[in-house]
């Protein structure tokens, strides 16, 4: 059993930041990409940022030069720092991760619960 788990949502001005965080516990054995999504309201599900486990980063182009992927591979968890926030980020922000689990097997597929960033003033 896996379970990621998001915290640092919460409700900001614009122009404004938040952190948020990622932590995977369970059956791991290692994780390999870690990122994060989000969902608009009345839109699909977007990639905002991705990061392996080399420290390789990825960034949709609507958040470059604004958040910032990080991890740390010993507490299994994945960071967003959002900066500059404007209307446009308001959604519900999903971590995923690429896990190996202790069995060997691969699950490409693992998501949290998903925590409302809502930017308004």
């Known amino acids: 059993q896996v379970q990621l788990v998001e915290t640092g949502g919460g409700l900001v001005q614009p122009g404004g930041s938040l952190r948020l965080s990622c932590a995977a516990s369970?059956?791991?054995?290692?994780?390999?990409?870690m990122g994060w999504y989000r969902q608009p309201p009345g839109k699909q599900r977007e990639l905002v940022a991705t990061i392996t486990s080399g420290l390789n980063t990825n960034y949709a182009d609507s958040v470059k030069g604004r958040f910032t992927i990080s991890r740390d591979n010993a507490k299994k968890t994945v960071y967003l720092q959002m900066n500059s926030l404007n209307l446009e980020d308001t959604a519900v922000y999903y971590c995923?991760?690429?896990?190996?689990?202790?069995?060997?097997?691969?699950?490409?597929?693992?998501w949290g619960q998903g925590t409302q960033v809502t930017v308004s003033s």
């Open positions: 369970g059956n791991i054995f290692m994780i390999n990409v």
């Open positions: 995923h991760a690429n896990i190996q689990l202790l069995s060997g097997r691969y699950v490409n597929n693992y």
